[in-house]
């Protein structure tokens, strides 16, 4: 039985999932048995496992519910990973010997499959006296460079490069210097970055008083918390980073507030964690709970969807036994807290399946109610494990009860959890579910909006060929299947069309009954004003969300994934490299502009005329094509195949200067000839000269054997640094939930 809702989830299934033997031999030979074999290991720890892997079985049968990628490759594998998929490293020493010890940490945690998230704030800032060498301190951001190198160099989990997140508090002495770190394209690639932002900052921020930056007690220098407040945002409306995380706010909700202090998160946003804090992930999937889609009478199943949770929740405590820990530290404070995050997915599909359109009235009421259900679940289910197994070890009841979270939660729930304990300290979250979402038949991810109905992604085959094939949404694809050609109803919204606030009332919604916190992209139109844009960050502040993402596209951060039917060029940003270059052709414009050129090869009877045509991007000139024309058939065939590989060449886009000196360097065994006082050593070295001078007068070069006039990232193609997939090369990287993921191939750095 195929149990796949799309070409593309079984070719992720295939690629990332799928058990298979050093060798490439398969072991999952179905989907079945990737169900089974996640089943079996995380029932391996109850006291009657059989009973208990037929019941997790029929929890993963149907993509119903989805453990996180780190699970559903790794359960059962019999391999050195381990099933977490976030990790907070311990607290940084101020100290040389400690700071590297530190960086050993991390890449042993990468090593075996974990991103990482480091609060750097405890580096003493840059300039500070060094007690005993008579040396002045380089700061936290020259450390975060060789993080950021360490992590390019780790490859994590045998596929794919680590990802973390840096934090930094928003009094630390540097804290302006971090902020503008990511203006550099170069700098802190492996790096999210996210400022630490407290109570008593914003309350300054809306006084427009001044701002203490400190280390130690030691004030360094005194700022307007305004002004700091718009260099953070104006950073963000430039480059999409920092982000900003509520760092008291997320303390005071805390649980364990009595046992840990909180000042860093995973690398994407979801998981606030203390020193060496663990946590797994998995997610419901509403897509699939949907009862009588698209009528008058749909609805979520919400006994299903009760069921589904305590399901999952046993599940994931399970996983925390079953699974490999990098380090010693991070097995005890997993172990002593059992911490872990249950989210949702395919929330945005549901919504569209009972006919409220996301972020209207309804949707809201909807997102709460639902996620209430799963909240108030998966509290209860934890109670019932806390009676059959014990609570988690630092459990203390009245201190427990006093937080933040607890404080809204429902009467019967919190008399539960005082009288038989709880077994996890926190229970939900709702992560970036990129790659498992597509694993599950495209449906949306997390709480984020349909990013597009449909698009095209290219398929490489056994040959080598490439074959495009049109990936639709989940509810999109099940609406087409059930009205054919039918139009979209006026709700079917997208991520292109949502004002920002719809996605801060969303995300607002789902933040009271979520105990960790939730990783979601606010995206914003190109040309928001800036003024508007800071209203995002406020209005995430007003109404109780822990932190806020934002993604304008803009010259600098690119565009995410187009969702037009054109075909449109994608460009890479090789990391070691000052020069974009276009992954396919430009389509040929009806009309361009050009030049031709008569050029007079001495022992030639015939003259050659050089035609070079230019495109206009972005209100600059560039070479598109040439034709070259000559009666001498002597000429013709290398002509013709000139002609076609310069212009092929000039259609990729980049630095095609080379093409220039490559052609100037061919010298003709049989001798050049003199040209206007000028030894030309070959044909194609004169029309290598031609094709200068041309490049020349049209402003594309500085001079004669000279480079590019402009810098081409920011002039020539002036659509910013995007970047190739890491896993297939393909330029098809859409932004989802502050995580890049490729639409290609499902790759995500985020699982």
């Not at 360094?220 to 430039?238: F, G």
């Not at 920092?242 to 997320?250: E, K, L, S, T």
């Amino acid at each position: 039985m195929n149990h796949f809702a799309a070409p593309i989830a079984e070719q992720i299934w295939d690629m990332k999932y799928r058990l298979k033997s050093a060798d490439g031999t398969v072991i999952d030979e179905t989907l079945e048995h990737t169900w089974r074999r996640i089943a079996k290991d995380l029932a391996c720890v109850e006291k009657e496992p059989s009973k208990w892997e037929q019941k997790f079985y029929n929890a993963l049968k149907g993509f119903k519910f989805l453990p996180a990628g780190r699970i559903t490759a790794g359960a059962g594998a019999k391999r050195k990973v381990t099933l977490f998929n976030c990790f907070v490293m311990g607290t940084i020493p101020d100290d040389m010997g400690g700071i590297f010890e530190m960086l050993k940490e991390a890449a042993l945690t990468m090593q075996q499959g974990g991103g990482i998230g480091y609060d750097f704030s405890t580096i003493r800032p840059k300039g500070a006296p060094v007690h005993g060498v008579a040396a002045d301190a380089s700061g936290p951001l020259s450390f975060m460079d060789v993080w950021d190198s360490m992590c390019r160099t780790i490859l994590s989990a045998g596929s794919r490069r680590g990802a973390m997140m840096a934090t930094l508090s928003c009094d630390h002495p540097d804290i302006e210097d971090f902020v503008e770190a990511k203006s550099d394209a170069e700098r802190l690639r492996m790096f999210n970055v996210s400022v630490l932002i407290t109570d008593a900052f914003m309350t300054a921020v809306k006084a427009d008083s001044d701002w203490d930056l400190k280390f130690e007690g030691i004030v360094y220098k005194k700022v307007s918390a305004l002004k700091l407040w718009n260099q953070i945002m104006k950073s963000t409306y430039d480059f999409a980073e920092p982000g900003v995380i509520f760092i008291d706010r997320i303390n005071q909700a805390n649980n364990l507030n009595y046992c840990e202090t909180i000042a860093a998160t995973n690398p994407c946003g979801e998981q606030p964690l203390p020193p060496y804090g663990a946590c797994l992930l998995g997610s419901i999937n509403l897509a699939r709970l949907v009862e009588n889609p698209f009528e008058d009478n749909a609805k979520l199943d919400e006994k299903l969807l009760t069921d589904l949770v305590s399901t999952a929740v046993r599940m994931m405590d399970n996983a925390v036994d079953a699974s490999n820990f990098p380090l010693e530290a991070q097995q005890q404070e997993a172990h002593s807290k059992r911490r872990i995050g249950l989210g949702v997915t395919g929330l945005a599909d549901a919504l569209l399946m009972v006919g409220a359109k996301y972020g209207s009235p309804i949707a809201i009421e909807l997102t709460e109610k639902w996620l209430h259900r799963i909240a108030r679940e998966a509290y209860l289910t934890s109670v019932n494990l806390s009676k059959e197994k014990g609570p988690f070890p630092l459990f203390d009841a009245d201190s427990f009860l006093a937080s933040g979270t607890m404080m809204k939660m429902d009467k019967d729930v919190c008399d539960a959890i005082s009288k038989n304990g709880i077994r996890n300290a926190l229970l939900t979250s709702i992560a970036p579910t990129g790659t498992i979402s597509l694993f599950a038949g495209n449906v949306s991810s997390g709480i984020e909006p349909v990013f597009a109905y449909a698009y095209n992604r290219k398929v490489l085959q056994k040959d080598g060929s490439r074959i495009e094939e049109e990936v639709i949404d989940y509810a999109v694809q099940m609406w087409r299947d059930k009205f054919g050609d039918k139009e979209l109803p006026e709700y079917f919204v997208n991520a292109q069309t949502l004002p920002p606030i719809a996605h801060v009332k969303m995300q607002a919604a789902a933040q009271k009954w979520v105990d960790s916190a939730i990783s979601k992209t606010i995206n914003c139109p190109e040309d928001i004003s800036f003024e508007e844009f800071k209203k995002v960050y406020l209005q995430a502040f007003e109404t109780g969300c822990k932190g806020c993402t934002t993604y304008r596209p803009n010259a600098v951060t690119g565009s995410v994934l187009s969702v037009s039917e054109t075909s449109k060029a994608n460009l890479e940003a090789d990391n070691g490299a000052d020069v974009i270059y276009m992954s396919e052709p430009l389509d040929r414009p009806q009309s361009l502009e050009g030049r031709t050129y008569k050029l007079k090869w001495p022992d030639s009877e015939h003259a050659i005329y050089l035609t070079v045509n230019d495109v206009l991007l972005n209100g600059n000139r560039r070479p598109f094509e040439v034709f070259v024309n000559s009666k001498n058939m002597e000429h013709f065939a290398w002509t013709v195949a000139l002609t076609r590989m310069i212009s092929a060449v000039f259609r990729r886009g980049g630095d095609v200067s080379f093409v220039v000196e490559e052609l100037k360097a061919v010298f003709d065994p049989r001798g050049g000839a003199w040209i206007n006082g000028k030894y030309i050593p070959s044909i194609l070295a004169a029309i290598g000269g031609v094709i200068e001078k041309h490049l020349i007068d049209t402003g594309f070069l500085a001079g004669e054997g000279l480079g590019l006039k402009e810098d081409p990232r920011a002039k020539v193609i002036g659509l910013g640094d995007v970047k190739p997939c890491p896993n297939c090369n393909q330029y098809e990287l859409r932004m989802i939930e502050g995580c890049m993921t490729c639409v290609s191939c499902g790759h995500s750095k985020c699982g």
